[in-house]
């Protein structure tokens, strides 16, 4: 008896152990059709500016970023806030690191602490005040979604609203462990936002943030609940799309593929879902491939930003 439990034991841990090296394996995903040919129309206004506020990063590798990357592509994950400059309005997508963030860090579960060397920088919240500019100007933080790494510093921008949509906005309030921190840096003054504008780029809804068609978010559920994508066209005419973590490098719209199962696992709300968004973003990327693509954490992808006070209009 003793001897079939201790080989129904192995057996059992040698196919999880198959499944879980299959996991890292590369494995490519649908495409979605993209029924509506043309951009989207935008008009941004004379004035508006978009630049990188870099505060950190977090040693990792291809292999843990998507399936089939190499573990020994080294790949530093971005820890790098946006401002959106805007006549109505300045917007700063996610914060990154604040200056607790290493505590922030102890938030996470005790796995996801040791897998990477971080490096802490600057605060975004410092780094405007010392460029002369009021944090108190900015109409909003807008979250891509709420896990630490995007919070972190909104310790040093006391006051100031956070956009979320009413999914994330309940997963701030339940403090669920992957929305701990946010929930811990409360209570946020958050402001809640619908999205009340038409389909767009393969998109059901959308919001038009400024009505000019310059800073458009779409919701991207499945790695939180009230995930986003955020299109921001510049008066250049330079467009970005501001991924959050749907994906973690650009390698994932681009084959396209999702996380190794075990990242999918400890971080995905709803893996069904990512893999739909990654096919929606992936649609939009081979029919305008002069897209800027941003994910959160591509370090490569965000060299391509000047960075604050140095803006790209
Ligand atoms: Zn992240």
């Known amino acids: 008896m003793k001897k079939f439990v201790l080989w129904t034991l192995l057996l059992i841990v040698l196919a999880g152990s198959a499944a879980l090296t299959s996991s890292f394996m590369p494995k490519a995903l649908p495409v979605a059709a993209l029924a509506d040919a043309s951009l989207p129309a935008a008009t941004p206004p004379p004035g508006m500016s978009l630049s990188a506020l870099p505060t950190g990063s977090m040693e990792s590798s291809a292999g843990f970023a998507y399936r089939g990357g190499d573990f020994l592509d080294r790949r530093d994950f971005s820890m790098t806030a946006v401002l959106v400059r805007h006549p109505k309005g300045d917007l700063l997508f996610d914060t990154g690191f604040g200056r ?10 005790l796995l996801m602490r040791s897998m990477s060397k971080t490096q802490f920088g600057t605060p975004v ?10 944090p108190k100007q900015l109409a909003g933080v807008v979250l891509t979604h709420a896990h630490w790494d995007h919070v972190s510093g909104l ?4 006051g100031v609203p956070v956009w979320v949509d009413a999914p994330e906005h309940a997963f701030i309030d339940s403090g669920r ?3 701990a921190l946010a929930h811990q840096l409360g209570p946020l003054p958050l402001r809640d936002y619908a999205f009340g504008n038409g389909p767009y780029l393969g998109f059901a809804a959308s ?7 310059s800073v458009v978010l779409v919701p991207a559920p499945g790695h939180t609940p009230g995930s986003i994508v955020a299109f921001i066209t510049l008066p250049s005419g330079t467009r970005y799309a501001l991924l959050g973590d749907l994906v973690w490098q650009v390698e994932g719209i681009h084959v396209p593929t999702e996380r190794p199962w075990l990242l999918r696992q400890m971080l995905d709300e709803d893996t069904a879902q990512v893999r739909t968004a990654i096919g929606q973003i992936a649609a939009v990327h081979q029919r305008f491939p002069d897209l800027q693509l941003l994910p959160a954490h591509d370090a ?5 930003l000047p960075v604050f006070p140095n803006t790209a209009q």
């Open 100 to 109: 607790d963030a290493a505590a922030h860090r102890d938030t996470m579960p």
């Open 125 to 134: 919240g410092q780094q405007l005040t010392a460029a002369g500019y009021d």
């Open 155 to 158: 310790q040093d921008l006391p």
């Open 177 to 179: 462990p992957m929305a």
């Open 207 to 213: 919001y038009d943030v400024w009505g000019d068609g």
């Open 300 to 304: 490569r992808a965000f060299a391509a």
